[in-house]
């Protein structure tokens, strides 16, 4: 298989919604616009659509979370910021 087509395919996947409903749709053609060969769209047709799914939801949920500003270097840049004090 061709790695890094397969890797940029599954990061579209887990990333885009309408391309994840185009690919359960129809797995091949999508695969194979995907820059695969037809062996490698065989094999990304066999994929678990569920696992698909729920590898998705988890990653959106992951981003989400770091946009929101949470986790440990957004907490501490929180902490160490440069004070304001009100003029008197």
Known sequence: MSAPAVEQLLAQLYTDAAIRRRFIAN????????????????????????????AARSYAHKRAGRSRGKGLLAWMTRRLAPRQVPEL
């Open 27 to 54: 797995p091949r053609e999508v695969a194979r616009l995907g820059g695969l060969d037809a062996a490698e769209a065989q094999a990304m047709a066999a994929i678990d659509l569920a696992d698909l799914r729920l």
